[in-house]
């Protein structure tokens, strides 16, 4: 089966974009940008303004829906399709200490598959236990506890091919040989339920030990004489380590203090959930040979934890909330950092090839989808009177030009409808600003959602800092406060920046940029313009000047750029030529049948050319993205400009490829609206 939908995804740098993703089978075969207008097929699914991330990943779930691994391991196979309602995809069913028998039976079931299977895929058995520390036991049976032996070694080694994990205690005798075998046989080795030192921690890991099971949960404490098995956990770079943030485990300051010393790369959450874990109704529910009452948490007969009632959105809302974790992180720490440890690299990421399991959640991380192995096995209910905030901040973005201004209200990274106005030198600044309010007031008021700000692109020298145009020769703007004009008894703050600096956000953070090491935007309207974007920052030329490519001179006569190849000098040229006025779109048109068009084309395209094969050789950007006006020109633009930029690098580079901008000549519009969302957010943080 083969289906598309669209949704929010990371972006690789904190934010998110509107993207499409295919599905064929069981894997990914496509991760794009969701281009308007474009002539692809419609999605099948439009899950915007949520975002899809790879399906959550748990390697520590005891039970559920009122069923004990430890006690009925079949129910594994029951448990996996409700765990889809969590956006769960992958999952290690969990085994505490207990009698041989009782892992004999978890190994029996997990090699027992139903056919026709659907639901969360056990990815293989966490065995929590024998080999831990009766000085930690935790909720584990003190006589199921039991040293390490060579039955034992053996019998791990021979279930290795449905054992994922093993939790063991680094001080035991015999425990780095066992490390060693299970390493060797392809178990990955976690450090937990223990009061080991640093150093047996760390000989530990020497052996092959990858991760510590819920941190600080069961562990010896940090003491500033030794740091123990915690501290070693902390400072470690290569190992992983799990958290259970539920509130009662651990703090959210203990949250904020492993993600602090850990980050993104080593942590990943776990619900370490038992039977009682949204179970039918509260009462008395077991984790292994133990009993637990469950009502806030699960806990045993003297009062200490016995596993969790967690689900995991509610963990991994806790948890964002608690560090401020983008996306991006949030999608290393629920799936790619514990599908990482277990060396199954098609799960934990969205990309072509990997595995088909997605959770779509919403901003709260309440799943709103769930795909497993390529099948859509969990669409949640629309629920009247549910409240659910959007993934990116509704905003309203204002592009003004030099001829026209365009509005729209941006809300999942699409813009509706977008209004345009005219500007230009014959109109007041007061004026067009008075217009631009009218707009803004429509647009606001006819949101479904909350409006969190507007963001206003303007031309010319900008001080955004204080809200103002310094000059902007194409709308005759001098010293013009913006945010005055515009915000004055404005429920929503209003922030403006350049224009081009704008549009080169929209595509970095939403198009043609998300996934590239550098992009270079220009701008080609009324002026030209051009910005580069890194991961390290934005730059605008050696000069400091937004404008700096269209202030390139060329040819015998020294011309500018921006005097031959902007939208108003193709107009006025080609005016000067025949006398007609014409708009640079309508003039790409006729150049095949009026000569006049032609010559004014073809001299607007070579200076462009040289333009940007010097932007290109100067900055080494790895795209050009073409916004602006002409950019309206598409294909005619593209099919022209790109060989003749690469005939003038091909001596000195690897020709760059050329692109229009995703948002086309709403670019503006896109990265004011996105600037203004931003800014809403540094301040709610």
Known sequence: MTFRFVALLPNGRGGLYRGCVTVDGDRVLDVDVDRPGSSDPPADFDFTPHVALPGFVDLQINGAFGHDLTTDPPSMWAIGPELCRYGVTAFAPTIISSPPHRRQAAYDAARQRPPDYTGAEPVGLHIEGPALAATHPGAHPPASISVIDDPLVEEFAGAADVIALVTVAPELDGARALIRRLTAEGVAVSLGHSGATAAQTEAAVSAGAAAFTHLFNAMAPLHHREVGIAGAALLGSGTRLSLIPDGHHVSDEALELAWRLAGADRVFLVTDSMAGTEAPHPGIYRIGETSARCDAAARHSSGGLAGSLLTFPDGARRFRRATGATWDQMAMVTSANAAALLGDDSRGGLAAGKRADIAIVDADFEPVATIAGGSVTYRRPNRAGRVSRPAVPTAVGVDIGGTFFKAALLDGMRPGKVHRRT???????????????????????????????????????????????IEATNLGWRSVDVVAGIGADLPVPVTIEHDVYLGALAEWEAGCGVGRESMLYVSIGTGVASRLFTPAGTYRGRLGLAGEMGLIAFGDDAKVLESVASARAISEEYSWLTGRQASAESIVAARRDDPAAARVWSAGIEALARGIAAAVLLEDPEIVVVGGGVSNAGSELLDTLQPRVAELVLELRVPTAIVRATHGPHSGVVGAAIHAGAKSALRAF
């Open 423 to 469: 500007t230009g030198q014959d109109r007041p600044s007061d004026e067009v600003l008075a217009e631009v309010r009218q707009v803004v007031d429509h647009l606001i008021g006819g949101a479904t959602g909350d409006v969190v700000g507007v963001g206003i692109a303007c031309p010319g020298v900008v001080d955004a800092g204080a809200g103002t145009v």
